[in-house]
Structures are given as C-alpha cells and as structure tokens.
C-alpha cells in the first residue's frame, strides 16, 4: 500500500544526505549561529537580502541530526527569492504546524513543500530540531549577535 508517511521521509532522507544550499555565500549581509542542546544540533545561516528587502540568497552551514539538516536545506529552497515579510509569515505558519495537534491540517498554501516536516508534532523532542533553522534564519535577518538557542 502507498503510504504517504514513505514519501515525506524519502524527502527528509535526500534532504540530509544531499543538502541543498550547503556552505558558505560568496555574498552575504546577514548571518546568524544556531545551537539546539537537546540534540547537538548547530548551525550557522548565510543570508543576502537585497536593497527591495527579498531574499536574494541564503544558505547554511553546520551539523546536527537528519531532521534539523533537512529541515534546513527545504527552508532555504523554499526562501530563496522570496521577501522577509514573507520569511515572516512562512515562520509563523511553520511553528504553528509542528506544534498543532495531530489531526490539524497546515497551511499548504505557505508551506507548500515544507509541509513534509508536518510529522515533527508526533516526536515533541524533534520540534526544535526543525525550527531551529528557521530561529536562526529570523535572528540573521533581525541582526542578532548572540547564538540562538532553542532552550
Ligand atoms: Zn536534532
């Protein structure tokens, strides 16, 4: 039987093995550490904004477990371009969908493919592995000089 549950982890586990936008920009304005004690995750996030406030580029660097680095990887596939605003709005409804109740359905329409991650609410101490990137995405973009910790 095709169960759905299959192709979110096949996305999780290419995203870990083969993350997207991995390592340092050549060009970058904002950048911001990352640190969850609960698991040992770390992370540091490259971000370009440019003059009209969008998201010219972004990246990341760091280690952690399979879910924080393709939780990262999806999040900088799914930013890029887009404008902090909208960064904004994705991190809410993102933090809202990993700490719903189970049967509540997230918001597809700015999640889009991010949705993958919606299994994350079932493991209470897997949340923070897959906010984490985007804690620390937000602390780039607001400038925040210390390392963002999930704790
Ligand atoms: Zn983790």
Redo the contacts with the bound molecule.
Sequence with gaps: MFDLRDLYQQVIVDHNKHPRNFGKLSRYNHEADGY?P????RLHVYLDIDASGRIADVSFEGE?????MASASLMTEAMKGRSVEEMREVFDAFQRMVTDDLDALPDEERLGKLTVLAGVREFPS?I??AT?CWHTLKAAADDTAEVVKTE
């Design positions: 969850n609960l698991c040992g995750d952690g477990c399979a879910i924080s897997r923070k592995c984490l």
